[in-house]
């Protein structure tokens, strides 16, 4: 059984930073790539960052470009995202995102992504 568990998530006042990580157990899918996703009410879930297998490559949403950071420690199956200067408009549920396939095109497109974490909440007060 495959699952991914976020945790590090809560409130913050603006300017703030937080990390958050994802645990992955069950399988060693740990090693494809992972992405970080974040969701709204009444909006769709949209990408945040992504990570290659090996962790030397990285991509950004253009609104995070800059402060928000995705690393990785494939010893310890865990996924991380290091959010800085935090803004009200950063406040989502957080989803981290497995691929089930070893190299991605697209970090983006949810649908290459076969595995997710229940989701975390970041709520960033002004």
């Known amino acids: 059984q495959v699952q991914l568990v976020e945790s590090g998530g809560g409130l913050v006042q603006a300017g703030a930073s937080v990390r958050l990580s994802c645990a992955a157990s069950g399988r060693t899918f740990i090693n494809n790539p992972m992405a970080w996703f974040r969701q709204v009410p009444g909006k769709e879930r949209e990408f945040v960052i992504g990570?290659?297998?090996?962790?030397?490559?990285?991509y950004y949403a253009d609104s995070v470009k800059g402060r928000f950071f995705i690393s990785r420690d494939n010893a310890k199956n865990t996924l991380y995202l290091q959010m800085n200067r935090l803004r009200p408009e950063d406040t989502a549920v957080y989803y981290c995102?497995?691929?089930?396939?070893?190299?991605?095109?697209?970090?983006?497109?949810?649908?290459?992504?076969?595995?997710w974490g229940q989701g975390t909440q970041v709520t960033v007060s002004s």
């Open positions: 995102a497995a691929s089930r396939f070893l190299t991605l095109g697209n970090y983006t497109d949810e649908s290459r992504y076969g595995y």
């Open positions: 990570i290659s297998r090996s962790g030397d490559n990285t």
